[in-house]
């Protein structure tokens, strides 16, 4: 259980990288494949902590970039254009479409908002890091859960 517990969990990590996996539910379900196997309490004690660790990351992935998002003047549906141009810019240029997409529907949504194209780069840049930010709390959050888990592997 331990062997299948580290493969989720590295695929999950991978996963946050490469935005095609669900890299926190996977960290999530291998620490829990481990615990069941455990069926100790100090498994489960690893597993509500992770969970709890998890749990704020997926939180403030959402929340602190949607904030700057709002503050910046800089709507959802920019978000969604360049969600959409992104998942398209993935099947026409394998991996390196989507970020390509990505910022070009943003730069495209807040050039048809604003009207000017200093303006829909501020914008589009904003929104860039925004997304840089929940990547990096989510990659965080998924350190610190496998972190708990070692620990809880080598102290248990």
Known sequence: MTALAAVLIAVGLLGIVIPLLPGLVLIWAGIAVWAIGRSEPSGWLVLGAASVVLALGLLLKYLLPGRRMREAGVPWITLAVGSVLGVL????????????????????????????????????????????????IEFGAGL?????????????
């Open 89 to 136: 810019g993935f099947f026409v240029i394998p991996v390196l479409g989507l970020p390509i997409g990505f910022v070009l529907g943003i730069f495209l949504a807040e050039l048809g908002r604003l009207g000017e194209s200093r303006p829909a780069w501020a914008s589009a840049r904003t929104a860039v890091t925004a997304v840089g930010l929940s990547l990096l």
């Open 144 to 156: 610190i859960a496998t972190t708990v888990w070692l620990l809880g592997l080598l102290l248990t």
